[in-house]
């Protein structure tokens, strides 16, 4: 690992405050001042300002998202969906996905970047599930369309084969295989109808726990990190 990225990793600071307190000598690895981020660190002693930095190990967690609570770290309209999390827990994660400030359910967050990467990868193809209630019941046909695949306005091609399961006339399981911007809602859209509802319930093997209740958290199982591999 590069030394200014365990910096960041390590204290909690910016690219651009770890930048300046390696120029202002505040660093030192085996008790040598170093100035250059670009070096790699291995077991060295890191210290900062006189302080012995270590990694934590990653944190995984999993948030039962409510209404009205932005994916992201700051926000100027809503509340953001870390101040649901204790502060000194929520300090350095990162939404592993998002959900629309509408949108309910299953979201992931996490300090280890790789494991999001993988996980938001186009190529890995995760699969997700929603439930979905609709405006006016589903047409017949809808689930064929979804199966072959939809175009989307301002998309250069259809949508990646999509799997429907009908509950009612009006709410059903959708499972997709992408995350393009509003996609659900873009899908029915595209077939006339409108998205009134939409709770994520799964990411690939990870199920939203049902003792879960809206606004609350628990970490990952070993087992569920390792399912994003």
Known sequence: MRLDRFLCEASG?????????????????NDQVV?????????????????????QPPRYIMLHKPQGYISATQDEVHPCVLQLL????????????R?????????????????????????RACHKTYRVGLAEPLADGTADRFAEGVMLHGEPKATL?????????TQVLLTIQEGKYHQVKRMFAAVGNRVTALHRLQIGDIVLDAALAEGEWRHLTPKEVASIG
């Open 13 to 29: 600071l910016t690219r651009s405050l770890a930048k300046k307190a390696l120029s202002r000598g505040e660093v030192t690895v």
């Open 35 to 55: 100035k250059k981020g670009d070096i790699k660190i291995g077991d060295q002693r890191v210290c900062l300002a006189g302080r012995l930095l270590s990694l």
């Open 86 to 97: 204790p502060p000194e827990l929520a300090a350095g994660l990162q939404c592993a996905g």
């Open 99 to 123: 959900l629309d400030v509408d949108t309910t359910g299953l979201l992931l967050l996490t300090d280890d970047g790789q494991w999001s990467h993988r996980l938001r990868s186009p190529k």
């Open 161 to 169: 084969p999509a799997t429907l399961e009908v509950i009612t006339p």
